[in-house]
């Protein structure tokens, strides 16, 4: 599934040729996503202006003035910028055409994504209301050391468990979950009231230093993730413990071990890991 670092890659690359440009058409070729495509997204579209594309989260917003294009890649989705006269393919749901001869389409094989449309505050949607803070952005009560500390009093979860939760902190999905743990010399398995405060904070640099790495990689393509131009990312060569169960870790030698966490692989060092 594409995570933050995905997502906001798709996003830098979309919004060059998204914003400021004027919507002239709606393609709808299957609407059954994870919710239907709105029927009437045609009318609703078709000649307003895109005023910014930004990112909550693991979603795209769409600002186009009088209301906002909610878009979720779900488990296999991309979104490209092509020529208008490229022919669409057999998982290419949704075209919007552009003003400046080029279109931006959704292909979505499994069909887990979404297209959703919002009037007022975009951020008041039940997607997004509840949503925690951003983990790359500074601003006062956001995501820090002492808020995570906070976040993990009296609680037996799982710290991988708690830092995967949206509304604790977004966008921090599997792989770089187990990448950040691994960082910080924080065991997935371990409490997260167990968490001292200078741990919080190692984990919080953690972290922002995994998800900024893999941004300037361009995310992870383990399976379908391309970006707007159709090119894959290139974390996953840079992995430290994702999806290298029984290879030596890199720091000690030691095997990589595979557990299961909440019906996800986890990924981790038993011996640099406590």
Known sequence: MPELPEVETTRRGLAPHLEGATLTGVVIR???????IPENLPELLSGQRVISLKR????LLLDCGRGTLILHLGMS???????????PELHDHLDLLLDNGKLMRLRDPRRFGAVLWHEGDVHAHPLLARLGPEPLEDYPGGF????????TRGRNVAIKAL???NHIIVGVGNIYACEALFSAGI????KSGKLSLARCDKLVTAIRTTLSAALL????????????????GYFQHQHWVYGRAGEPCRCCG????????????????????K
Do not use: E
């Open 254 to 273: 030691a095997p990589v071990r595979q557990i299961k966490q909440g019906q996800r692989s986890s990924f981790y060092c038993g011996n640099c890991q």
């Open 30 to 36: 299957n609407a059954r996503l994870r919710w239907p």
């Open 187 to 190: 065991s997935p398995m371990l």
């Open 56 to 59: 909550r989260a693991k979603y």
């Open 163 to 165: 830092i995967m939760n």
């Open 77 to 87: 989705g991309s979104l490209r910028i092509l020529p208008q006269a490229t022919p």
């Open 144 to 151: 820090d050391a002492r808020y995570l500390y906070q976040a």
């Open 217 to 232: 990689a361009g995310g992870s393509t383990l399976r379908d993730f391309v970006n707007a131009t159709g090119n894959p």
